[in-house]
């Protein structure tokens, strides 16, 4: 019997069965038809079934799957990692990419290079990690402690060792330094208070996505940038949710300009085709763990990290995405999303939120969305809120009219929700 997650299993439910997927479609057992708004987590942003992709597997398939890494090597992950150290931003035109499974792990490799990058480097007694409120970073556990309470903790909470945590920004992408001054003030005096036990501050860049696409501006990773220079502190940022192109640029932290100490990928990474995720440090990161003996190497080795498969998968996606210009389609998806927004008002709605192919309705209460998902799915179109935020994270290759469906479905819940 199967196990679901974030699900209670009491009432045995029976999810919709998908036989088929085309595009931003997905076909269903039962012979209905689903338009995909929110890409499997936000993982498949070429759709499903996309001819390029299943042929560039097929071909690997035929070569290698999968060999282990400890000791051996596979063409995929060389390629990958000099693809993705060539796109992600770096100082020195150069960074380091760590292979595994998923971007719970990811996260846990980042944080463990963190912790081991001080101490290689013979600084003791930083064993703590800053974090942002509302922020999500993976189900497992040192991933759950930097990430806030939410019900995907709360089981846990006796166990979980908590760092410290700052208030989300305010006033959302075009804040300005007034705006954020508060905000500015309270990071400050965190690091100046806890440097030494900082290893590291941990942010998703410019979208908080699971804690519910909270959107805050490229000013703040700015300054973190800054801040986390002169307190010896290092920056890590999650792109898991929005790197390849889900905020507009190719990597959230463009936004801001700046580049972090170490970031992580996960989700679009292999378009939604298999679990694998990259932990990606800088040069300088790297280099603390050389040394003639074994002791400051880095300890981890998930067995399926670098998966030939995977790592085939992502460098097809990645050259889908610049050959396409992926960029141009996400800006069209913007501008769509915003037009049909426009179009959707309610007193049950606090903030419309959009930004590149990312759009979110806040309302008030939750239970202005109880029964959504069901009735989504009568329409014809696959979206499940979180908590008190409906959202859209659409597949890039959607046609305009499966997108602008999705968006009338939203549209029609609050037409009716208004005449209740
Ligand atoms: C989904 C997500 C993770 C966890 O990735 P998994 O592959 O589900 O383990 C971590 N951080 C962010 C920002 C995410 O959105």
Redesign the pocket.
Known sequence: MLWYPYTQMKNRPSFPVVKKGEGAMLHLEDGTQLIDGISS??SAIHGYNHPQLNEAILHQVNKISHVMMGGLSNAPALQLAKKLSAITPSLKGRNYVFFSD??????EVGLKMAFQYWKNLGIMGKNKILSLKNG?????FK?MEVSDDSDFSRAFSDVLQKGIFLDTPKGGFFATEQTLDHDFEQLEAALQKHHQQLAAFIL?PIVQ??GGFLVYSPLYLKKARELCTKYNVLLLL?E???GFGRTGKCFAAEHAGIVPDIM?V??ALTAGYM?H?ATIASEEVYSSFLADGYEKAFMHGPTFMGNALACTVALKSIEIFEEENYLKKIKEIEFIINHEFSGINSGYIVQKRVLGAMGAIEVSDKKYLAGFKEYSLKEGVWLRPIGNVVYVMPPYIIEEWELRKVLGVIKGWFERKNEE
């Open positions: 987590w936000w998923s971007g719970s792990v990811a996260v999500y970073h993976g189900d497992t991933a998703e996505c699971a999650d898991i949710a929005t992580m996960g989700k679990g995720a």
